[in-house]
């Protein structure tokens, strides 16, 4: 890539607005996964007998949360996927086309 062509895209406002929103989503989807970790471990800390609640049988809350992070994983990685084939790469490949004209 040489430094003119560089310079192109890094100076297209939709290339500054894909950058923008993409580091939002990555940022507010990081911040939700690390609020419900930490509080997970939180409570698990500081209240451990709310874990310990028996929800199904001998099942506990613990067993169930612990079930449903995965889970929980599985969809902020679908979201965030959605997001990069839907909206994303149709504006990189707008940036790519401009900045070859």
């Known amino acids: 890539m040489t430094p003119e062509l ?3 895209i890094r100076s ?5 607005d894909l950058v923008r929103r ?3 989503a990555a940022w507010t989807l990081a911040i939700i996964t690390m609020v419900l970790f930490f509080g997970f471990i939180l409570i698990a800390a500081v ?3 709310l874990l310990a609640t028996p929800v199904i049988g001998i099942t506990t809350l613990a067993v169930v949360v612990g079930a449903l992070i995965p889970v929980y994983l599985w969809v902020v990685t679908a979201i965030y996927i959605r997001l990069t084939s839907q909206e ?6 707008q940036i790519a086309r401009e900045a070859n004209q």
């Open 22 to 24: 993409r580091g939002k």
């Open 47 to 49: 209240n451990p007998g």
């Open 6 to 8: 560089y310079q192109r």
């Open 12 to 16: 297209n406002p939709k290339y500054q």
């Open 88 to 93: 994303y790469d149709k504006i990189s490949e």
